[in-house]
């Protein structure tokens, strides 16, 4: 008798554990989908003394910011996705440089190309803490009023490009948000 309290109690955190294991942390649900980007103004990468702010996303009906590290294994992974998109200027691609040096991370661009229209560099942190990033790359689909409409944990692919960002995309270009 004496043991069935320790067991129902281990069955309920086991039953948690399953739970929980069986969850997709890519679809951890933000608070911040369908409110203001939280405000910013950082300098660029490329230029120190010029600055990137949330202003600059909303002069478009709809852009990306992704962020993004150097030492992010992940972020090489979608990179090439980024520059297609960049080419056919599918999207307007904004960058938040995360937790990064600034000249890593400048060479690392130079290196693998630049999608962006300007990366904002946040190298303690803070501002990413205020979007609410688990890790990069993230990716936020902002609208022209500056609210977050969507945001995609983990590395942007071909698949996801086609089956969840180009969707959200077009059904705000059309006025249907």
């Known amino acids: 008798m004496r043991f069935l309290l320790p067991l129902g109690v281990l069955a309920l955190i086991l039953a948690f554990l399953g739970i929980g294991l069986t969850m997709d942390p890519r679809k951890l649900p933000s608070p911040l989908i369908d409110r203001a980007a939280p405000a910013f103004e950082l300098p660029t990468l490329r230029d120190p003394e010029a600055t990137l702010s949330v202003a600059r996303l909303r002069e478009h009906p709809v852009s990306l910011l992704n962020v993004w590290a150097s030492w992010c294994v992940a972020c090489r992974q979608e990179h090439p996705v980024l520059m297609r998109l960049s080419r056919r200027d599918a999207v307007p691609i904004y ?69 969840t960002l180009r969707p959200i995309i077009e059904r705000l270009r059309s006025g249907n948000g």
């Not at 937790?99 to 300007?118: C, S």
């Open 95 to 163: 960058g938040l440089n995360y937790k990064d040096r600034r000249e890593d991370a400048l060479t690392w661009l130079q290196r693998h190309g630049d999608p962006y229209i300007a990366s904002a560099h946040d190298g303690d942190g803070k501002v990413g803490i205020d979007w609410g990033v688990y890790g990069v790359p993230e990716t936020y689909v902002v609208d022209g009023e500056g609210t977050i409409r969507y945001k995609h944990i983990g590395p942007v692919t071909g698949e996801v490009w086609r089956d």
